[in-house]
């Protein structure tokens, strides 16, 4: 079909035409879209030239893609619900040139952008591109910056952005609207990465180039079966957008231990490391009848001993209408990985209007030659600053071991509670008495004088109340 004869939308503007099912890169709205709900948006004009290389047959070369693609560009726009969800959708076409961006790609990523931001939705892509169009040259790279300045525009908008990493998300897109996005998900087996299948080094390990692999680098943070894609993108987007304007602190969650408190310091430590002790996992099945996931602090690391993200609460917690993000420390020394992941989820809740809880359960920060390395201090600088800093009500509780400035760091200033079988010390009684210089068997009674038990930690000040 020649541009000319495509149907024209009332204002002028081109009706564009769905893609055809995609085999390999699978990025078709149906994926995450309700039935019969998405409505492409008008394509903008295209380009005044639409070869501006002269690259000897482009032209023929699109109009193949086009029949073959059914798609008139590599991006389709539109609006649809997802779940009930409204969002603006964009679909990329593999079989389009291989979903390469260009100016006209460009132009439609912008004005789906625009959309949502005008219309105050999310936005949804569905990527599967092999990077920028050769032959349109630096003016298709220069694509990439249009696409991230949208992305940025969107999120100071304080609007979600949730991405689909189909096969294959490679090059720009996924440097921009893949790795870019506040949520990333992948379809199993996907191949994702920066340097696309033939430009890596001929001896790069193939499966660093999987979702699996990304998902394991800390850069998507779920691999999703396309079968249940939309439910988990629509769960996702439920959460995402239940915004406030003035959001009320997260409820103090009960304490779901013991309720008698520690009679000596030491047997507040003891009560802490106890293995029967509810932890983590415990409190936010009590919190939320649902919860996803954000996994990963994007730059390479996951620390499994940190659970983040996005919960809908149990009736008996709170509103069930509305969304608290969290941060659940699970017992173990927390990682570079973990601090940078748990400032990730804060500073994504701040822009999201969403109230955040932080389950402290720490013996402190990991203090290895490899945590050093891996920039713990920065990772823990980080977080201080982006809990000092968050514009939404952050809610504390110290669930077991609170050691130090790792586990103080998640703590919110004039917010934090404890329970009965926790405490909170400047640092472990054994580490305080080998600061000291004190012997082994004085340190249950540095515990005593550390007074780190919770009717301690009331009477200094430092906590609030014991739940």
Known sequence: MLDRDRPRHPSGAHVPTLPKSDPRGAAHPELVCDPGTFRPLPDPAPPAEPNPL???????SKARAVARSGASESVVAGTATVCG??????????????????RATGDRIEAAHAHARAHGLPVVSLVATGGSRMQEGM????????????????????????????????????????????????????????????????????AAYTAEGQRAAGAVDAVVAPDVLREDVGRRLRLLTARTPDPEPAPVPAALGRTDLPAT???????ARAPERPHAPAYLDACFTYREELRGDRAGGVDDGILCGFGAPRPAYGDPGRTVAYVAQCGTATTPAGYRTATRLIRLAGRLGIPVLTLVDTPGAANGAEAERAGAGPAIAELFVAV??????????????????????LAAPGNTWVTPDAYFSVIAPELAAAILKRPVDQVHETAAQLRLRPQDLVDLGVVRGIA
């Not at 990329?92 to 291989?98: E, K, S």
């Open 388 to 409: 000092a800093e968050c514009p939404v009500p952050v809610t504390t509780l110290v669930i077991g071991e609170g050691g130090s400035g790792g586990a103080l760091a």
């Open 54 to 60: 002269g690259w000897p047959g482009y032209a023929e």
């Open 265 to 271: 310091g030491w047997d507040a430590v003891l009560r």
């Open 139 to 206: 003016l298709a790279l220069t694509q990439l910056q249009r696409a991230a300045r949208q992305c940025a525009l969107t999120r100071a908008a304080g609007l979600p952005q949730i991405a689909v990493a189909c096969d294959p998300t490679t090059g720009g897109g996924w440097a921009t609207l893949g790795a870019g996005a506040d949520v990333t998900l992948a379809l199993p087996g996907a191949q994702i990465g920066f340097a696309g299948s033939r430009v890596r080094p001929a001896d790069a390990d193939p």
């Open 85 to 102: 969800v409204p969002a603006v959708v964009l679909a990329f076409a593999f079989g389009h040139l291989g979903g390469s961006l260009g």
